[in-house]
């Protein structure tokens, strides 16, 4: 196993904020100019991004002269045939492979493990693909991301981040072959330590359900990383703030410097986001 490249920085923790909606959204509402996007996260000096092969293709050059890292997104989740719409199907699939992935050099590889699918047999791919990738990865330096996500139509939306929903799948993620998890927060320090504690592996928090307002997402980061997280990986409640760049920076400070929610942000007024799922 190999955490190095991504959890490479002073403090051990890693600010990786996620832009590979595009994959499954399409052009979403906050992202629909990738380069503006990008670069209102790029301002706050995130150490990498989350993102799609190809949107790490296309925009390498901005990448490196930021000097950011690159998570790969291996896989697609998606909602509908119709581009950016949801129709409550479940439509994941792997889409790239291995070698095309490690030709552009990411300090990781995200793959969703999705719980509670009525279809067996989706599940049973995704676990397969999981296994694949984990194998495909072994002894190229390259770390395997598994977010384990409990999106299913079997599990009731209150149970999404459930301490024990969230505990049996963290175990299974990483029996599965994840080097790192991307988890979803159980909302308190008493509940998530435990959890953390017990993975053999770096646990990093996806952003979960959205809270209403960026204040209410950096304490929820507050609280994982004082639960021994290493950091997260969140998308939509960043660059759908009214500002990405201070949002980064607050992220940066509370996972870096130990700071809190006070120190980081109470100086101005916090920014807003819609609801919906987040990754």
């Known amino acids: 196993m190999s955490t190095e490249q991504l959890l490479d920085t002073p403090s051990g923790n890693a600010v990786v904020v996620a832009l590979d909606h595009g994959l499954s959204l399409g052009s979403p509402d906050g992202f629909h100019n990738p380069d503006e996007t990008?670069?209102?996260?790029?301002?706050?000096?995130?150490?990498?991004?989350?993102?799609?092969?190809?949107?790490?293709?296309?925009?390498?050059?901005?990448?490196?002269?930021?000097?950011?890292?690159?998570?790969?997104?291996?896989?697609?989740?998606?909602?509908?045939?119709?581009?950016?719409?949801?129709?409550?199907?479940?439509?994941?699939?792997p889409a790239f492979d291995a070698e095309f992935l490690e030709e552009l050099d990411p300090v990781g590889v995200k793959v969703v493990l999705v719980f509670g699918r009525d279809d067996n047999e989706t599940f049973r791919k995704n676990v397969e693909y999981i296994g694949e990738l984990a194998e495909d990865l072994r002894g190229t330096g390259i770390p395997l991301v598994v977010e384990p996500v409990m999106w299913g139509e079997r599990i009731p939306d209150q149970l999404e981040t459930d301490a024990d929903y969230v505990a049996d799948a963290m175990r299974m993620g990483w029996e599965f072959g994840a080097d790192i998890l991307k988890a979803p927060y159980t909302g308190s320090v008493e509940?998530?330590?435990?959890?953390?504690?017990?993975?053999?592996?770096?646990?990093?928090?996806?952003?979960?359900?959205?809270?209403?307002?960026?204040?209410?997402?950096?304490?929820?980061?507050?609280?994982?990383?004082?639960?021994?997280?290493?950091?997260?990986?969140?998308?939509?409640?960043?660059?759908?703030?009214?500002?990405?760049?201070?949002?980064?920076?607050?992220?940066?400070d509370i996972v870096h410097e130990g700071a809190s929610v006070e120190e980081a942000w109470d100086e101005a007024e916090p920014a807003a986001v819609t609801s919906g799922r987040e990754d």
Request: charged share 25%; no cysteine.
């Open 38 to 93: 990008l670069d209102k996260v790029l301002a706050g000096e995130p150490d990498a991004v989350l993102v799609g092969p190809h949107f790490a293709r296309h925009y390498q050059d901005r990448l490196q002269e930021a000097g950011v890292d690159v998570v790969l997104t291996a896989d697609v989740v998606t909602w509908s045939t119709s581009p950016g719409r949801d129709d409550g199907e479940d439509l994941w699939t």
């Open 191 to 252: 509940s998530f330590e435990p959890l953390v504690e017990n993975s053999p592996v770096p646990v990093m928090i996806l952003g979960g359900a959205a809270t209403g307002t960026t204040r209410a997402m950096l304490e929820s980061v507050e609280g994982s990383m004082e639960a021994g997280a290493r950091g997260l990986m969140i998308g939509r409640t960043i660059w759908k703030s009214d500002d990405p760049e201070r949002t980064v920076s607050a992220l940066v």
